[in-house]
Nanobody
């Protein structure tokens, strides 16, 4: 079965940077889209970034566009989320996500495509 483990969260001041990592196990990463979402208690989960199966296309929510970068290293079965110019409103638990099915065309950019989720890593940005 697919398992996802996030790491890299922590406490950072506004304007700082963090890099989150998500290691996938149970199958090769190749040919599967990967995504990142975040959630604040009492709020719906917000889909913030995704990369398609080939690595040739990415998606970013307007709230993070220009500040966050998603990347993948298939040889390491790892997906990253580089977060720069962090703001207090970025404070959330960040989850990585993987779909059950490979490929998927444009579906990679929609949260509903994803079936597997990690346990989350806390990011706290102070002012």
């Amino acid at each position: 079965q697919v398992q996802l483990v996030e790491s890299g969260g922590g406490l950072v001041q506004a304007g700082g940077s963090l890099r989150l990592s998500c290691v996938a196990s149970g199958r090769p990463l190749r040919n599967y889209a990967m995504g990142w979402s975040r959630q604040v208690p009492g709020n719906e989960r917000e889909f913030v970034a995704a990369v398609n199966w080939s690595g040739g296309s990415t998606y970013y929510a307007d709230s993070v566009k220009g500040r966050f970068t998603i990347s993948r290293d298939n040889a390491k079965n790892t997906v990253y989320l580089q977060m720069n110019s962090l703001k207090p409103e970025d404070t959330a638990v960040y989850y990585c996500a993987a779909p059950m099915n490979p490929y998927g065309g444009g579906s990679y950019s929609r949260q509903q495509w994803y079936d597997y989720w990690g346990q989350g890593t806390q990011v706290t940005v102070t002012s």
